[in-house]
């Protein structure tokens, strides 16, 4: 199945070992790690992580007694996670070149799949709902779907705080991402983020329904975090980091707050008697 080009040229570049571990992709990996422990059933089971890049959160998962399936279109990718999964103490089960549009999967095999990506990387609406629906079918009954979406403002707030808006042709990119929700980064600047579908914070939940699933959610990842300059010195000391993870969670489904949140999460449960 055909990927942007310049989707995979900037997952090309390396970056997404490393991305999670440093301010609000540090932050982005520790909430999603409570969300993940929220909603996965308790191990052994059988988890999917579609579109798990190096294994951030995959091995991790292995690690603590889940059956963990990597896929991933992306050869850089993969190779980063086969070597990370060899040297750890409980490996993935499997790391798979593969599009979330069609899983090299049997039905009712898994009893969790992670998108943390691949929706966002579909403009179409049509393609994140085949998505979707192929994370249902190979779901067992009971089974759950973690589905990650960026902001529709992510663009906005990364503009403002990060001095993105300095280059006019970047401001031209934020008025079409809050104009149209695609984000088209036409002059494929590396350093800014590739073809994608940035959503109204509604708007996931709406897709996880139609796909046949029961939606919890949305709940923000970052909240007013991801706007934060210094995170890594609140994050260094332990008893801060617990009250910026309560601070977030306090306010995880205020609905004036979640277009605030650069990343936002959906939980899909198939129905137990599906
Ligand atoms: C921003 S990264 C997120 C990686 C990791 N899941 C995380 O949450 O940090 C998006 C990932 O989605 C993958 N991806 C993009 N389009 C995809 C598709 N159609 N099917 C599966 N994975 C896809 C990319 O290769 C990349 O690894």
Redesign the pocket.
């Known amino acids: 199945m055909h ?1 942007p080009q310049d ?1 995979l040229d900037h ?1 090309a570049l390396g970056r ?1 070992q490393d991305r ?1 571990s440093r301010g609000h992709g540090r932050l982005e990996a520790l909430r ?1 790690t409570e969300l993940l422990h929220r909603w996965l059933p308790p191990p052994p089971a059988t988890v999917l992580d ?4 190096a294994g ?2 995959a091995l991790p998962l292995a690690e603590r007694g889940y059956d963990v399936h990597l ?4 050869p850089l ?1 993969l190779e980063q996670a086969r070597v990370a999964s060899a040297a750890a103490a409980r490996p993935l089960a499997t790391v798979l070149e ?4 069609a899983l090299p999967f049997e039905e009712a095999s898994a009893d969790a799949v992670l998108l ?3 929706l966002y ?2 403009v179409e609406r049509s393609d994140r709902l085949t998505a979707l629906r192929e994370a249902r079918r190979v779901l067992r009954p009971g089974g759950v779907v973690v589905a ?1 979406a960026i902001s529709r403002f992510a663009s906005t707030a990364d503009g403002i705080c990060a001095g993105f808006l300095r280059d006019p042709r970047f401001a031209e990119m934020v008025e079409r991402d809050v104009r149209t929700g695609v984000h088209d980064n036409r002059w494929q600047e590396p350093g800014w983020f590739a073809t994608a579908w940035f959503s109204l914070p509604h708007e996931l939940a709406e897709e996880v329904a139609e796909a046949g699933l029961v939606p919890d959610g949305p709940v923000a990842v970052e909240g007013l975090g991801g706007t934060a300059t210094g995170l890594d010195a609140l994050l260094d000391d332990p008893g801060t980091c617990e009250r910026v993870l309560a601070a977030v969670r306090r306010v995880e489904r205020e609905p004036s707050l979640l277009g605030a949140s650069p990343h936002l999460l959906v939980a899909g449960r198939v129905p137990p008697t599906a």
């Not at 579609?50 to 890049?53: D, K, L, R, S």
């Not at 593969?98 to 549009?101: E, F, L, S, Y």
């Open positions: 990927l989707v997952y997404e999670l999603t579609v579109g798990g890049a951030r959160y896929l991933d279109p992306v990718h593969g599009d979330a549009r943390l990506g691949p990387h579909l990650a």
